[in-house]
């Protein structure tokens, strides 16, 4: 019967089936609260020992998410960084290609006065 209720729940209130949902997650943990009432109200050592581990269990998943946030901002902290490398070595390139062609230039110059090659102004 809770088992129903909670499939009706989900749907109803639209939950996600997969990765991380809020809605799902409240709707769980009221379901499990309702279970540790009824195992309460049957044996108190159980229900105890239920109460302990969905606590511990919002508590990992609190520790989780907040690494999960520190992660991402880490993560972006890092494509920044990235994308600022990137454009500063395709700046250099730029620069290294105009400096080696300058070279080439001045080179190839040097060559035809050394071999006597009249260079023609360009028009």
Known sequence: ML???LDQMLLNRKARETGLCPIRRELYSQCFDEVIRQTGSNCAER?????RI???MKMTI?????????SMGYSMRKAQQAEKVKSEMEAKIVE???????EMVESSVQFKVRMGIT????E
């Open 96 to 102: 290294l290609q105009k400096s080696k062609v300058k």
């Open 3 to 5: 088992e129903e209720q």
């Open 119 to 122: 260079i023609e102004p360009l």
């Open 62 to 70: 609190a520790a989780l998410e907040k690494l999960y946030e520190s």
């Open 54 to 56: 969905h606590d511990e």
């Open 47 to 51: 229900g105890l020992l239920l109460k």
